[in-house]
């Protein structure tokens, strides 16, 4: 497995590998890996010739009260999970290689970088769009892995890649859970134990609201206010946002009909927390 640090040696390797006629997957990450990412890498292993990971903890979507600073970084573990798991390249930029001096391009994406999290994370999906374009630009991946975990994350990549034509296919895989159902994710390390506790009451919530949904219920706010009663029975747990939206393009919705992502934050302590359930109504 290499580690390459710079932007052209990680261009030059994509080059020519796709002129050998080698597919490449790619995983974007900030790094601190957890099994969530594990199975956007196999799922990528399986696909592909070829799989790349990068590992950025981008600047650009991190608001200046958030935790660019502390995110957990941990190269060396890492990249022993992405070894065990077969990746072949971790890209591991510089800050000053992606933004060097003067830069001043963005990508935004209207309206759906506007709602939901974008509310308490203005900006944030500003930079997200960016920094992929630049990576998808500079590894030339045929497909990319993201989770459904970052609900509309995912379907605002979607929107880029078809705005911009560029040339990569986007899987969305499934959220990887922990037993008792919190979503997997590098931000679940800063909860202490009593919190850790109380972060289980999202994923009842949710499912809260799928058992109402099967059983027929289509109102959107009856719906949200019985997952608030359960969630708000922690009182550790200060929510953010409960929405009920379209799943493909996040537009509200005034009645529960087709593909709905039930989406939610929550903040627990200083942690902020989301996760999402699709369903079909
Ligand atoms: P990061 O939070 O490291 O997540 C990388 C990818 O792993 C994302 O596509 C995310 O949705 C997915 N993922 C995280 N937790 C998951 C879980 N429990 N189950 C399944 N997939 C999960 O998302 C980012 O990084 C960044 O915004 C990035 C896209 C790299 C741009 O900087």
Known sequence: MKI?????????FSCLSRQKGKTIGFIPTMGALHAGHLSLIRCARKENDLVVVSIFVNPSQFGPKEDFKKYPRNLKKDADLCKNEG??????????GIYPAGFKTYVEVKELSDMLCAKSRPGHFKGVATVVTKLFNIVLPDTAYFGQKDAQQAVIIKRVVMD??????????????????????SRNAYLDK??????AVLYMGLKKAEGLIKKGAVNPQYIIRRMKNIIEKERAVKIDYISIVDAEDLRPLKRIKGKIL????????????????????
């Open 87 to 96: 990746v072949d390249v971790i890209f591991y930029p510089l800050v000053t």
């Open 164 to 185: 911009l034509n560029l040339a990569v296919r986007i899987k969305v895989m499934p959220i990887i859970r922990e037993k008792d159902g919190l979503a997997m994710s």
């Open 194 to 199: 009593k919190e850790r506790k109380s972060a």
């Open 4 to 12: 390459i640090r710079l932007i052209k040696e990680m261009s030059n």
């Open 262 to 281: 039930l989406a939610l934050a929550v903040r627990i302590g200083k942690v902020r927390l989301i996760d999402n359930l699709i369903i079909n109504g």
